[in-house]
């Protein structure tokens, strides 16, 4: 558990045992009036929920870097939350034990304080887990942290969005309104790196022993390796309307050093985004342009080229409790002669890659079970990835899921097609309290 997740757990437990026991401070003579009693009698009772959960999953072929379990986790959620007049409070973590890593471990999802001093602005600070763009299953203007292991292997699709440490302002105004986020320490994506899901490597890279988990040299002085995101928006005509700004690094590491050790280069994003109703459904548009600053024209070989994103979509209900969402995604590398110039060996990337992302959902037995499956298809890489989801309410505490993530793929130098060894089916059961 890093220092920061250690200092709010630290400051979330010690409000919640003031919290709790109030009765205790009055029994040790605290007079009642006194600025601790005054202090206790501002928050409301603490809301406290969570869950106990177990997930198993095996790989339905053979990798000779991994174990056959792809799963093997229990999880205890507690998520506790109190409010004052002048505040909010919200801690969230998960206590895990992982039987692949063969570890114990504690995640602060959520620690934070959230305060509104007027009717223009807001404010929150502390861990928190963050989002904004239109994309489904695909990122483009969303430069917050994700975790691409946890999905990969069959954990709930929250777990995709990881959390941060930072600082987040919202101005309001009839004109637009503005978004501010503040991280101190660059907080990387949860990126495939060998531990869970094992990677395409050249055989250079396996001569060398790069091909086990994957070493990066990440960027973490606080207040100095920090990132600033933005976005102004508006609604017009029931179309909400959205700029994008970011300022810090490649999420995953796309550069390497001198010593060969993967790198995360700077990176400035710039962006725009459209969502509203079209026809029956919904549709969405937006667009990214990924400033790779240490490889301007495409000349620096060890860091990756620039980049338009591109993605347009569209989702409504087909019949009743059964939705689709279709997008179509396109990756653009920018300064693409440079960059075929320099390469040497291999499959060289194309200029365009091409994405088809499906979501289906279907609700039956009175909204007891639900069917899903989230899709991902390139006919560019010849690749694709289907993630199928059975989920049945056995009560209203008690869920149980069984589903798989399968891979596909022509290449083992495409994204999905790197990861064909990796397919496996999982199941899990929740209790919620």
Request: glycine share 8%; with cysteine.
């Amino acid at each position: 558990m890093n220092r920061t997740a250690c200092i709010c757990a630290a400051m979330w437990l010690g409000l919640f045992l003031a919290l709790a026991a109030p009765g205790k401070a009055q029994s040790e003579e605290i007079p009642p009036r006194s600025s601790l009693y005054w202090l206790i009698e501002q928050f409301a009772p603490v809301e406290i929920n969570g869950y106990v959960e177990t997930r198993m999953g095996v790989r339905t072929r053979n990798d000779p870097e991994q174990k056959d379990v792809s799963v093997a986790e229990a999880t205890l959620q507690l998520e506790m939350f109190t409010y004052t007049d002048w505040a909010d409070f919200k801690f969230k973590g998960d206590l895990k034990t992982d039987g692949v890593t063969e570890t114990v471990d504690f995640d602060t999802r959520e620690a934070w304080i959230f305060s509104r001093p007027g009717d223009n602005v807001d404010i929150k600070v502390g861990r928190q887990v963050l989002t904004w763009g239109t994309g489904g299953l695909v990122f483009l203007n969303d430069m917050f942290p994700k975790d691409w292991q946890s999905f990969f292997i069959g954990r709930d699709a929250e777990y995709l969005k990881a959390p941060s440490t930072s600082a987040k302002v919202g101005l309001f105004s009839h004109f637009a309104n503005v978004d501010l986020v503040y991280t101190p320490r660059f907080e990387p994506d949860r990126y495939i790196n060998g531990e869970y899901i094992s990677y395409w490597s050249t055989e250079e890279d396996k001569r060398l022993g790069k091909d086990d988990i994957l070493d990066a040299d990440t960027p973490d002085d606080w207040f100095e390796d920090d990132e600033f995101a933005m976005r102004i928006y508006r609604n017009i005509n029931n179309y909400e309307l959205a700029l994008y700004g970011y300022w810090g690094y490649w999420k995953d590491p796309k550069g390497v050093n001198d010593r060969g050790t993967a790198t995360f280069p700077k990176l400035n994003t710039y962006g725009a985004s459209a969502r509203g109703q079209v026809g029956p459904g919904i549709g969405n548009a937006e667009f990214a342009f990924y400033d790779s600053t240490q490889s301007h024209g495409g000349t620096n070989s060890k860091v990756h080229n620039s980049q338009m994103r591109y993605v347009v979509g569209y989702g409504q209900e087909i019949w009743p409790d059964c939705n689709v969402d279709i997008q179509y995604y396109v990756e653009q590398m920018l300064d693409y002669q440079e960059y075929r110039d320099r390469f040497t060996g291999g499959r060289p990337k194309d200029e365009f890659r091409h994405v088809v992302t499906v979501q289906l959902s279907q609700l039956l037995m009175s909204q007891t079970l639900t069917l899903a499956l989230d899709g991902y298809y390139s006919p560019s890489d010849e690749d694709a990835y289907l993630r199928p989801r059975a989920e049945y309410k056995i009560s209203d505490k008690t869920t149980a899921t069984i589903g798989a993530n399968i891979f596909f793929g022509n290449n083992p130098e495409t994204f999905f097609g790197q990861f064909s060894n990796n397919s496996n089916i999982y199941t899990s059961i929740r209790y919620s309290f």
